[in-house]
DNA sequence: CGCGTAATCTGAACGTGTTCAAAATTGCCT
DNA sequence: AGGCAATTTTGAACACGTTCAGATTACGCG
């Protein structure tokens, strides 16, 4: 993504961004400075910005790893799930689960969620291809469930809704332990499994096709095409 | 709020204010600075954070006036509406009216979401108040709707939930004139008042009443006494 | 009117994220 | 090995949000 060429260049870039994700969760994301960062990694100041074009691009960084490694969690552990909740389950609860220790940081990445123009939005056109990576994974968990077409097309772009509202409350959670959010998880999953049997019923079928159509209008759903492109890279 | 007891305070308070806003229409949140809006309001930096404590303080003041505005909106204009969508249009279409032009100025304030301990976190304890104020604005567009008890309960809070979705959806609308958002809004009145027509069937009954139990324990869900009392203040 | 207290206002200072011109280093080609 | 270009690294500088000690003004009271 940036321009580290030499492997030298690749360790310098490994040493700054773990001396500030130590950094980031021994004292907080806004508590440690770039200087801090660049002393820590045993460089100056300007070198850091070599390798990271910004404090919040770091933070970037990690969710670039969380998102690989939850990809690589829900295919390793939840495809092999005979049903439906477990899978989701694992999809939800593995997120939840790598990102226990650094809500705080998640929460740093939120700033710009309100910016369609930044590259750091959650929502903007930047992180486009995050966000359809982020859906086949769900759409993965869902698996070869039988679905009608229009539910199918659905439920990526619905499971990964939910599972931000999801990363939301778990920010805030002060429970100990998050065993609110984890409660919260445990029910949503049961409410989506049963939505899907009852969304399956062919009463359901007009219903199912206006959810569609007018989220399609707002260009909220991606399509089955943009979610297979998204599953291999 | 603050410390502004005299008149001649009060004033100061005000020119801050329309100086801030004005820039902020202007230039853009971020391009505007504390300098620059304390200049245009003919007075130095320090005089201009005895009144606001930051400048995101200001932006807070800005989305208080939206709140009351739409409350006085949503009394005025959907209480006399016969039908619920009617209703529920004005209280969602109200909001983005007031809001058409500061699209940019509500992204600022969705900066701190991620933070819990913010007082400017669209999520903390902090604005608690906030968001109970708003939810009871929801509560009255819904009116005396006959509902189950559950039902009743859920709806505010799934009301405002929806706003906020329809808010961030608003945020990000690059379309002429904000088409889709209008589009997406339609949409979603209209679903609601189909899901509230299903709900009501006693064979959701036991749903309904799952749905309510795992949002109470996450504590999601406002007592009808906290929306009773954030009805009148 | 004069005094004292509280409110208002000033401007300099601090720490921060970020930029940049230039220096040092590295890697490559002959 | 030598030189050259790209990469890496430096450190100073900038602009900004915020803080604060103190100056100035307004106000109520004897």
Redesign the interface.
């Known amino acids: 993504m940036f321009k580290t060429v030499t492997a030298k260049g690749e360790d310098t870039r490994d040493r700054i961004y773990n001396a500030a994700l130590t950094l980031f969760r021994e004292r907080g994301f806004d508590a440690t400075t770039m200087r801090d960062v660049a002393a820590a990694a045993g460089m100056s100041l300007g070198a850091a910005y070599h390798y990271f074009p910004s404090k919040d691009a770091i933070v970037l960084a990690y969710y670039d790893r969380v998102s690989r490694e939850h990809a690589r969690r829900v295919a390793a552990e939840a495809v092999p799930q005979k049903s439906l909740a477990a899978r989701l389950g694992v999809a939800f609860r593995s997120k939840l689960e790598i990102l226990r220790d650094d809500r ?1 940081l ?11 123009k930044h590259p750091l ?1 959650f ?2 056109p930047a992180t486009r291809q995050h966000r359809l990576e982020s859906m086949a994974v769900f759409s993965v968990a869902v698996g070869d469930e039988r679905l009608p077409d229009d539910l199918a097309r659905l439920a990526p772009a619905a499971l990964w809704a939910l599972h931000m509202g999801l990363l ?2 778990f ?2 959670d ?1 429970s100990a332990g998050a065993r ?1 959010t984890a ?2 998880t445990t ?2 999953i ?2 989506v499994v ?1 939505a899907f049997k009852l969304a399956r019923l062919p009463l359901l079928r007009s ?1 199912r096709r ?2 569609v ?2 989220l399609d ?4 759903l991606p399509s089955p095409h943009d979610i297979e492109l998204a599953r291999v890279s």
């Open positions: 705080p998640m929460g740093a990445l939120l700033r710009f969620a309100g910016d369609p939005s929502f903007g939301l409350f920010l805030h002060s609110r409660a919260l029910g949503a049961d409410l049963v219903l206006r959810v159509t007018i209008d707002a260009k909220l």
